[in-house]
């Protein structure tokens, strides 16, 4: 069984930043991020396979920055111009031979 540790979230002004991390407990092929808000489905914001192609979901591009350590098996996501609708649980996904594992969620809220 796969686990994923996440950490990072908290409250932070509009314009502000927060790095997430995520740890996993084996090497994976893909790991990324989702996020859900409130009433909302949960949706991609950003992935990173292991030989390091990214992708960003639209609304986060040039504000988010994916990376990962494949040496700790962790994955970061630095989020940079943090605005009110970025407010969501952010929650660590990570894919290995065609199963998928999920994080449970780290709250990000920006607000002033």
């Known amino acids: 069984q796969v686990q994923l540790v996440e950490s990072g979230g908290g409250l932070v002004e509009p314009g502000g930043s927060l790095t997430l991390s995520c740890a996993a407990s084996r090497s994976m092929f893909s790991m990324g991020w989702y996020r859900q808000a409130p009433g909302n489905q949960r949706e991609l914001v950003a992935t990173?396979?292991?030989?390091?192609?990214?992708n960003y979901a639209d609304s986060v591009k040039d504000r988010f920055t994916i990376s990962r350590d494949n040496a700790k098996n962790t994955v970061y996501l630095q989020m940079n111009s943090l605005k009110p609708e970025d407010t969501a649980v952010y929650y660590c996904n990570a894919r290995l031979l065609g199963i998928t594992y999920w994080g449970k969620g780290t709250l990000v809220t920006v607000s002033s």
């Open positions: 990173i396979v292991s030989g390091g192609k990214t």
